[in-house]
C-alpha cells in the first residue's frame, strides 16, 4: 500500500510562485510515473504534467514554460514549481503516481488534493 501526502498550496498574487511536494510511502517498490492534476470549480480534472522514471516530462500547454516538474526518487518525491501564476490556475491540485509492485503490477494512487489560489 502506498500513501501519497501533499503539501505547499496557497493563495497567491497573480505573477507569483509556489511549489507543490508529494512525498509518497508506505510499500514502495517501483514508482512509474509521478504527476499532477488539477480541478478548477464547475470544470472537469485534467492533467498538468508527468514525470516518468526515465525522465521524460509532459504539461499541458497552458502550463508550458510557467511549471516545472521533478522528482526526487531517493526521496520518493514529486514536485511542481509554478512561476508567473494566473487566476486561472486557480484549482484543487491532486498529485497521482503510478506504482509497479514486484509483480509488475501497476496501480494509481491520489493525493489528499492542495488548494492553489491566485487573486489579487
Known amino acids: 500500500q502506498v500513501q501519497l501526502v501533499e503539501s505547499g498550496g496557497g493563495l497567491v498574487q497573480p505573477g507569483g510562485s509556489l511549489r507543490l511536494s508529494c512525498a509518497a510511502s508506505g510499500s514502495i517498490f517501483h514508482v512509474n510515473v509521478m504527476g499532477w492534476y488539477r480541478q478548477a470549480p464547475g470544470k472537469q480534472r485534467e492533467l498538468v504534467a508527468t514525470s516518468t522514471s526515465g525522465g521524460n516530462t509532459n504539461y499541458v500547454d497552458s502550463v508550458k514554460g510557467r511549471f516545472t516538474i521533478s522528482r526526487d526518487n531517493a526521496k520518493n518525491t514529486v514536485y511542481l514549481q509554478m512561476n508567473n501564476l494566473k487566476p486561472e490556475d486557480t484549482a484543487v491540485y491532486y498529485c497521482?503516481?503510478?506504482?509497479?509492485?514486484?509483480?509488475?503490477?501497476?496501480?494509481?494512487?491520489w493525493g489528499q488534493g492542495t488548494q492553489v489560489t491566485v487573486s489579487s
Open positions: 497521482h503516481v503510478v506504482h509497479q509492485g514486484r509483480t509488475g503490477l501497476r496501480r494509481n494512487y
